[in-house]
């Protein structure tokens, strides 16, 4: 997939050539899945940003361009909340294989009332985890096809102190939007840790990360303006903060060398050096709750039955 040298530290500002690749990012037209995507243009691959929104990823398209010379990156319309709608977006990607996924797409709501997607599933689980389920299976066969194809999963600290609650999964009975988010995040890191075990049983080639940003605020975020813009004021008040959080510009470089990096495992878990929160990537120990066998075979089985997918998720 690369071309670094085992020898050389890691560098976030000096990545290596990924030419000949082809990566896609869920929802990389904006906040750390944007960041991700222009670190991964800068390494000569092709870079698919996958999000509902045209005239956002037109922009978003731009600006790396801008900032990218000779990016080579393109749109997918990618609807994670239709299920339905999938896997036409996969066929309509016309690639004969996929080198890496970032499942970075997420919809996070701060106040009630509880909504549904389209499927009639809870927003934020639909969304974050079924809809990243369900695309797996249809990019199974593209990410065989790779000489050593990666399913990078994007959770968050968030999912820490939460717990799975399997009678009440997508919280129609007790719904609270930061906890039902939280689960959303560890639903898809479980998901990222046994989709790696359930890889390895089957032999295959591809390998499954999960990833996350630590502690990344808008206002310590560089500015590409018209993705996103920071005020000089907003990024001053925010200096103190830089202490122990960062920009989603550093967000992004564990997702990154997740996707790159030769010497990364498959169920690892990568995030930012100083205490979880800020600063270079490394490899973190994997939470007994995100690693539990039992409860991820359980939220596999119940996300199949929802999603409506085939057992092995396409990977054979």
Known sequence: MSSASPNRPWDVHRLPSAEGSTFL???????????????????????????????????????????????RVRHLRLDLADLSSLKTAVDSLD??????????????????????????????????????????RWLAPLLSAAPAGRVVTVGSFAARSERLDFGDLQSARDYRPKRAYGRSKLAQMSFGFELDRRLRAAGST???????????????????????????????????????VQGKDAGAWPIVRAVLDPGVRGGQLWGPRVFG????????????????????????????????????????
């Not at 390998?207 to 990344?216: I, T």
């Open 25 to 71: 990012v869920t929802g990389g037209n904006a906040g750390i899945g944007y960041f991700a995507a222009e670190q991964l243009a800068s390494t000569g691959a092709v870079v698919v940003l996958g999000s509902r929104d045209r005239a956002r990823a037109d922009a978003a398209l731009a600006s790396i361009r801008a900032r990218v010379p000779g990016a």
């Open 95 to 136: 690639l004969g294989r996929l080198d890496a996924v970032v499942h970075n797409a997420g919809v996070a709501l701060d106040d009630p009332p509880r909504r549904e997607t389209g499927d009639g599933h809870e927003l934020m689980f639909g969304t974050n985890h079924l809809g990243h389920f369900a695309l797996t």
């Open 206 to 244: 591809v390998l499954s990360v999960v990833a996350h940003p630590g502690g990344a605020l808008d206002s310590l975020t560089p500015s590409r303006p018209p993705v996103a813009v920071t005020a000089p004021g907003e990024r001053l008040r925010a200096l103190p903060a830089a202490l122990v």
């Open 277 to 316: 929160l800020r600063g270079r990537p490394r490899c973190e120990p994997v939470p007994a709750h995100m690693a539990d066998p039992a409860v991820a075979a359980r939220l596999w089985d119940a996300s199949r039955e929802l999603a409506g997918t085939d057992p092995q998720l396409g990977f054979r």
